[in-house]
């Protein structure tokens, strides 16, 4: 077991943190404070799937399935590890025992429905490489998902190439969806050659036309699928995956001329599979219930006009509980993994059977439920800014303008109005002194001490609020309007693409101190320089989206790190290169029987000098171009040719270093 580094040891609270009762953040400070609050108050028991906890002193720990049962690791031993091997923050970690344990769960839960119904057709999983496409992730897959013939899709040629080269089984299922030309179509008759299970769906009439001419080519009857349109509206983000106007898979009328023209090429048995995608992340299991009994008709339908078909595929859209509310709110689900497949294989089997149909081969594509545990992005904290009020100069400067008077007026009376009366003066005082100023009439000095009163009092407001029943709305928000930023080491627009781009939201919480009160109020700003570079959406107590997460003090000389969870599912390739923070590190590991910590794999995050070639920067010109500057600074004598080469020396390592934030 690895040692626990000193950042984590448990150690007096430092002295600012005793003596500051600062109530600038509506927090009192006070000492009294456990570990079960820390788990109520980020919910880590609700969202953390039993993998995560807290431990008795206070640091985050995983637990993770091992063949041996389930072993606790503390997140501290894991972090000293990644310093021990000079992998900086940020650190996108992979925590592989858990994308062992999410396949053997989806098949096993499939498992369990089929035998207690007594369906008389099998489940097969495939993985959507759009998901998570790093080698590393589909390779664990393939080696847990062996022995259930766990698949894979594909939605262009990359990934296709990928799936091919990947699977394992040739029982495994290898789909292919999207839009497909010639060169895509070719790929999959390969994989049939092969003699992989190979499924071409039909996003478009024009793709049937192509494939019957592949085939005559290539000697080979296909495996065809048809991917259809539902009615069926479902909630959440990705309503648009079904109705009318999804952009994806087969009108009514395009279906019936598939059929037709199969059976013109005499190829009709080679319609197999009956495809749908509702969307990802479906809330509420009724949506999957319809959706899959309107599938069912065109199944029915299908097998009544002649189609053999024999496996049916309901797409992704299996659901994470990110929120941990199990709801139907857009992060959340209101439903269970064993509650889906029950749902799935009673739906199925009661349409069916009703029309003496065979039981087919089930087939989800669960990307998202079966990607997003395992990933955890860790990052430190740089630095805070607050907006605490200075203490006020002792006496008061002599003839201060009328608004600054008209404030200390109204710090002085705070008890004895309405609060939000007190709120309404100070803020017109304010602009009155803002006034003056741009007119010419006060002075800077004078300015500043009226933004420092007015900090002083809402700060004062906001403190006392607290203990109204009823906290007027403008009250709320300007205790948000007070709260610190905590400035981390990360990108939002690399790391947590979804949490800027679909408002995401993901659980974030401190990765040690949870055994310490946390004092403050405060959102997270990332390394870029965009104001939309932030988390300020958190994860409430009660499910709630709260803009602000409560953090600890940092302790000066002390590395306060965090951790962003399920973060494994679309995060890390929908990721961009905002102002050229580059891929991150990435560690994944994977804890033993014995309860240690292996890292099995490290990939270092991008160099400055690749993030540039990115762009079209050629680095080797860089430096020569800097070189010839520096020569000529030593011509000028500006410079000596020491500090030439000093310079060309730090050009040279910036360039091979990370691009975020070192230490
Ligand atoms: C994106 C996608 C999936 C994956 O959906 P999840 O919600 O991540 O399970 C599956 N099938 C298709 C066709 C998709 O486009």
Same mark, same amino acid.
């Not at 626990?4 to 002295?15: H, K, N, T």
């Not at 606790?72 to 858990?98: F, K, T, W, Y």
């Not at 610190?484 to 790391?495: A, C, E, H, K, L």
């Not at 600890?552 to 790190?561: A, E, F, I, N, W």
């Given at each position: ?21 600062? &109530?600038?953040?509506g927090l &009192? ?5 456990s570990i079960e609050q820390s788990r109520e108050l980020y919910g880590v028991g609700r969202w953390g799937l039993g993998y995560f906890d807290i ?5 985050l720990? %995983? &637990? ?5 049962? /389930?072993? =606790? ?49 099998? $489940? ?27 698949? #894979? ?51 478009? *009439? ?10 005559? /080519? ?11 349109? *539902?009615?069926?509206?479902v909630e959440g983000h990705w309503a ?39 969307g990802s992340q479906l809330t509420n299991i009724r949506n999957v ?17 002649? %189609? ?9 859209g299996l659901a994470v509980d990110y929120d941990g509310t199990a709801s139907t709110q857009p992060h959340s689900r209101n439903y269970e993994l064993r509650e889906y ?20 081969? #089930? ?5 998202r439920w079966?990607?997003a545990p395992?990933?955890v992005l ?5 630095? @805070? ?41 100070? *803020? $017109?005082? !304010?602009?009155?002194? !803002? ?6 009439? @006060? ?14 009092? %809402?700060?004062?407001? @906001? ?7 009823r906290v007027?709305s403008? *009250?709320v928000e300007?205790s948000e309007?007070?709260s ?12 947590l693409?979804d949490a800027w781009?679909i408002e995401q939201v993901f659980p974030v919480m401190p990765l040690?101190?949870l055994?310490?009160?946390p004092?403050?109020k405060a959102i997270i ?9 932030k988390l300020d959406r958190f994860i409430g107590a009660e499910g709630e989206i709260e803009r602000t997460l409560q953090l600890?003090?940092?302790? =000066?000389?002390?590395?306060? $790190?965090m951790g962003v969870f399920l973060v494994g599912a679309y995060q890390? &390739? ?16 994977? %804890? ?19 993030? #540039? ?24 004598? !500006? ?25």
């Open positions: 077991m690895t040692a626990i580094p000193r950042q984590f040891e448990q150690g007096p609270l430092d002295s600012a943190s005793v003596s500051d009762a600062s &109530t600038s953040a &009192t400070a006070q000492h009294d404070w431990d008795p002193r206070g640091n720990s %995983v &637990t993770a399935p091992t063949p041996a049962g /389930h072993r =606790s690791v503390s997140m501290a031993a894991i972090i000293d590890g990644l310093h021990q091997r000079e992998l900086n923050m940020p650190v996108m970690l992979r925590i592989e025992n858990l994308i062992d344990d999410r396949v053997v769960q989806l098949n096993s839960a499939f498992a369990e429905a089929i035998a207690q119904l007594e369906y008389r057709g099998a $489940y097969r999983s495939v993985f959507p490489i759009k998901v998570n496409q790093q080698h590393h992730v589909i390779d664990s897959i393939g080696r847990s998902g062996q022995r259930f013939n766990h698949g #894979l899709e594909a939605g262009s040629k990359a990934e296709l190439l990928v799936a091919i080269s990947s699977v394992r089984s040739k029982e495994s299922l290898i789909v292919c969806n999207g839009y497909k030309d010639e060169e895509f179509v070719d790929l999959g008759f390969t994989a049939c050659q092969l003699g992989y299970k190979c499924f071409f769906v039909l996003e478009t *009439l024009d793709e049937l036309d192509l494939i019957i001419r592949r085939s005559k /080519h290539f000697e080979i009857r296909p495996l065809i699928g048809a991917r259809v349109k *539902l009615m069926t509206k648009g995956d079904s109705g009318d106007r999804s952009l994806f898979g087969l009108t009514t009328v395009e279906l019936i001329s598939a059929v037709d023209a199969l059976q013109a090429s005499d190829m009709l048995d080679c319609f197999q599979m009956l495809h749908f995608h509702l219930r319809d959706g899959l009994k309107e599938a069912c008709r065109f199944y029915i339908g299908l097998v009544q006009d002649g %189609v053999p078909l024999g496996y049916l595929d309901l797409g992704g497949a029950c749902d799935i294989v009673e739906t199925v089997m009661e349409s069916l059977d009703a029309n003496g149909i065979d039981h087919p081969v #089930l087939v989800t594509e669960s990307g079966t990607a395992m990933s860790i990052f430190n904290i740089l630095a @805070v800014t607050n907006f605490d009020p200075d203490e006020l100069p002792n006496p008061l400067p002599h003839d201060l303008c009328d608004p600054v008077l008209e404030m200390v007026k109204t710090l002085n009376d705070l008890g004895k109005r309405r609060l939000q009366e007190s709120y309404n003066d100070v *803020l $017109y005082y !304010r602009t009155q002194v !803002r006034d003056l100023f741009k007119a010419g009439k @006060v002075t800077l000095r004078e300015r500043a001490l009226g933004e420092n009163l007015y900090l002083k009092i %809402v700060s004062e407001i @906001v403190a006392r609020s607290q203990t109204l029943e007027p403008e *009250l300007l309007s007070l610190d930023i905590y400035y981390g080491n990360f990108s939002v627009f690399q790391s693409p781009a040690h101190r055994d310490e009160k004092q403050r700003a990332d390394l870029t320089c965009d104001c939309d570079g600890h003090r940092l302790k =000066s000389g002390q590395p306060y $790190y890390e &390739t929908l990721g961009d290169l905002h102002n050229l923070f580059g891929d991150n590190n990435v560690a994944s590991i994977r %804890v033993t029987e014995t309860g240690d910590v292996e890292f099995v794999e490290e990939v270092c995050g991008d160099t400055i000098a690749e993030v #540039l070639s990115y762009v079209e920067h050629d680095p080797a010109k860089m430096l020569a171009r800097f070189r010839d500057k520096a020569e000529m600074a030593v011509r000028e004598q !500006r410079i000596s040719v020491q500090t030439r080469q000093q310079m060309i020396q730090l050009f040279r390592a910036s360039l091979q270093g990370y691009t975020y934030f070192e230490e």
